[in-house]
């Protein structure tokens, strides 16, 4: 891709699927990266989150294709705690050209009894979290004067919402609608700076949110006509769901200069669901 050759990125959510993607994606072209997990558990959700040694196998499969990468644990939750990852990575690097927040949860199958902590964990993460990624990088972008790309991962929920009554679904529809505000914000704000702004929104995409023993529960349950949250949910084109790679492909593009002129989109990565 045009022009990513010495950039850097900051990514959340990297220690696998769809971020460490992205951290080897903009490798390949040339872009150090600054990446940050969690790396722990989030008691609310039915599947378990990246590990330090998935955080670690990311910085190695960058380092494979020759640039640099600092893998630091952070909660997207956290802001001090996020900042002060990012400032550490900035210190290696001297500079953040792109940001990915790419970071997110949802609970798989019914809620639980505590149905405030699956909602407030889920917009604190999905929503307040992109808010804080911004912020932790966006005073060092704007100093610099070298303009820059952020993305936001959003989803097809951002679009279209599924039906439910839980607690978790009805708040990741809510937070990745309220990402497009958020970019929407930015966007019209940052533009005269060259920073763009815009958000991607995928259809589901095989990681470690969707492939574990809840969500398998689901689709079982889908499959023999029961009615859950992604039972009414179909691609157009005959595909289940995209790669990590196919997501990749698509910000290594949106973050490079061949999209220079490209601000304030809503980017469907949706085989098609938006149009059943």
């Not at 903009?26 to 599947?47: F, H, K, P, Q």
């Amino acid at each position: 891709m045009s022009g990513l050759e010495g950039r850097v990125a900051f990514i959340t959510g990297a220690g696998r699927g769809q971020g460490r993607a992205h951290a080897i994606r903009l490798a390949r072209e040339g872009v150090d990266i600054i990446g940050v997990d969690i790396c722990e558990n989030v008691d609310s959700m039915t599947y378990p989150n990246a590990s330090e040694a998935d955080l670690e196998e990311t910085v190695r499969l960058v380092e494979k294709e020759s640039r640099r990468m600092v893998g630091l644990k952070a909660d997207v939750r956290n802001y001090r705690q996020l900042t002060a990852a990012f400032e550490e990575g900035y210190e290696q690097f001297g500079r953040v050209d792109i940001v990915i927040a790419n970071a997110g949860i949802i609970r798989m199958g019914a809620e639980s009894e505590d149905f405030l902590a699956d909602w407030n964990d889920v917009i604190d993460t999905n929503l307040t979290g992109v808010y804080h990624t911004v912020r932790a990088a966006l005073p060092a972008m704007r100093e610099a004067a070298r303009g820059g790309s952020i993305v936001i991962t959003s989803s097809t929920a951002g679009l279209k919402a599924s039906s439910s009554l839980s607690a978790s679904g009805n708040a990741y529809a809510s937070a990745k609608r309220g990402v497009v505000a958020l970019m929407q914000g930015l966007a019209a704000h940052l533009a005269p700076e060259w920073i763009r702004v815009n958000t991607i929104h995928p259809t589901g995409v095989a990681s470690g949110m969707t492939q574990n023993a809840a969500m398998d529960a689901l689709m079982a349950h889908a499959a023999a006509g029961g009615s859950n949250s992604i039972s009414g949910m179909q691609n157009a084109l005959p595909l289940q769901m995209l790669e990590c790679g196919d997501v990749a492909n698509a910000v290594a593009y949106l973050v490079s200069d061949e999209a220079k002129f490209i601000t304030g989109i809503q980017w469907p990565l949706d085989a098609g669901f938006m149009i059943r």
